[in-house]
């Protein structure tokens, strides 16, 4: 006998989750993966941890090479030959994923967590019809005979916005948009908790951009999905996201509500970088720009790794790590401006108003 095939639709889950009892959904706590390269270490997320709860959207953007989408590979265990995670946990539902074999991960992969990756043309196999590829996880990992698979797959297409008869067709054959569609629907494909969108809607012109980003909000709505989302675009984490998870050279540098965070950034390199984003409504002609470049993540500066491009910077950034503090408005910050203040508030420590070197 196969197993129940959920409808795309139905928004509690038809499955039952691989879950301990009572657990949060996702907590990421110390995450580091590293890469080795011509014998050397590379630190690419170094001390990671942020917390997912049902039905939330977090956002996690920074520069290139912030280690943003090592995270997300983290997550779904899909690393390079040459990375690896060398500590921290990543317990989704209270199992920890970091510490599952190759195989054991697959349990995993596509029923409770799931990623779509940038550009659609390289991710979808250009000789297998789009159909089959969605139905290929669902026999895969739900163990649902072959059409039973192809039918969820046609609702699936529907779900996303594809007409079914459409699934006969090969990636060629689709627009850009329709691609990344049909990725979301193969993210979909097995009913998982999170779906991972690894700069989404990057390679798609501005239109259809809007629409995949108005689509994942109307499925996280109407399935009840969890989302991490993965980009520079600070605007794409504003209009779709709760959370917005700051990172700067492998590390989190400010993490708290979009509203929150966007508004009133407190770490200097969150200020840096809303600063460098263009805003239509304002009247500024000229961005600013980070002067520098993130440090090399092989030889990463022993405190602070924005130290060296910080206006902020004080003695003590250049040697001493800085450690997280919290706001009452559940933005967590890692800077050195900022001490536990008496009352259980942080507040800017009294060197932060009058040294600085801009
Ligand atoms: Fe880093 Fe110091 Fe600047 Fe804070 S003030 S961002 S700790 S260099």
């Not at 139905?135 to 649902?144: F, K, M, N, S």
């Not at 950034?265 to 809303?274: D, E, G, I, N, S």
């Not at 520098?292 to 206006?311: I, K, N, Q, S």
Request: aromatic share 4%.
């Amino acid at each position: 006998m196969t197993a129940a095939v959920p409808r795309p639709d139905r928004p509690p889950r038809a499955l039952p989750r691989l879950a301990v009892a009572g657990a949060p959904l996702l907590e990421v706590d110390d995450l580091k993966t590293h890469f080795r390269l011509a014998g050397e270490v590379v630190r690419a997320v170094d001390g990671v941890s942020f917390r997912l709860d049902a039905g939330e959207a977090l956002g996690i953007a920074g520069e290139s090479g912030c280690g943003k989408t090592t995270t997300a590979l983290s997550l779904v265990r899909l690393l390079p030959a040459n990375a690896s995670i060398v500590g921290g946990s990543i317990r989704l539902h209270g199992i920890d994923l970091a510490t599952k074999s190759d195989t054991a991960i697959r349990r995993y992969r596509w029923r409770e967590i799931s990623i779509v990756f940038q550009g659609a043309m390289n991710a979808l196999n250009p000789v297998a019809r789009v159909r089959d590829q969605i139905a290929e996880p669902i026999v895969e990992r739900l163990g649902v005979d072959a059409r039973t698979a192809r039918r969820r797959a046609g609702e699936l297409l529907e779900l996303v916005g594809i007409p079914r008869a459409r699934g006969s067709a090969y990636p060629h054959e689709l627009s850009g948009g329709m691609r990344q569609r049909a990725m979301i629907a193969m993210a979909l494909a097995c009913d998982p908790a999170i779906v991972i969108g690894d700069e989404p809607t990057t390679a798609l012109d501005v239109m259809v951009q809007a629409q995949i980003l108005d689509l994942l909000e109307r499925l996280r709505e109407r399935l009840g999905l969890s989302l991490i989302l993965i980009t520079h675009d600070l605007s794409v984490i504003a209009e779709t996201c709760d959370r917005v998870l700051i990172m700067y050279a492998g590390r989190v540098a400010e993490e708290g509500p979009v509203a929150q965070v966007f508004t009133r950034p407190r770490h200097p390199y969150t200020q840096k970088l809303l600063a460098a984003f263009p805003n239509i409504q304002a009247d500024r002609r000229t961005l600013d720009v980070i002067p520098g470049t993130p440090p090399d993540l092989r030889t990463p500066p022993p405190g602070c790794r924005f130290a060296p491009r910080c206006p902020l910077a004080m003695a003590v950034c250049s040697e001493v790590v800085p450690p997280e503090v919290t706001f009452a408005d559940r933005v967590r910050v890692a800077c050195h401006l900022y001490s536990e203040g008496s009352s259980g508030e942080p507040v800017l420590v009294p060197a932060a108003a009058t040294v600085g070197r801009a």
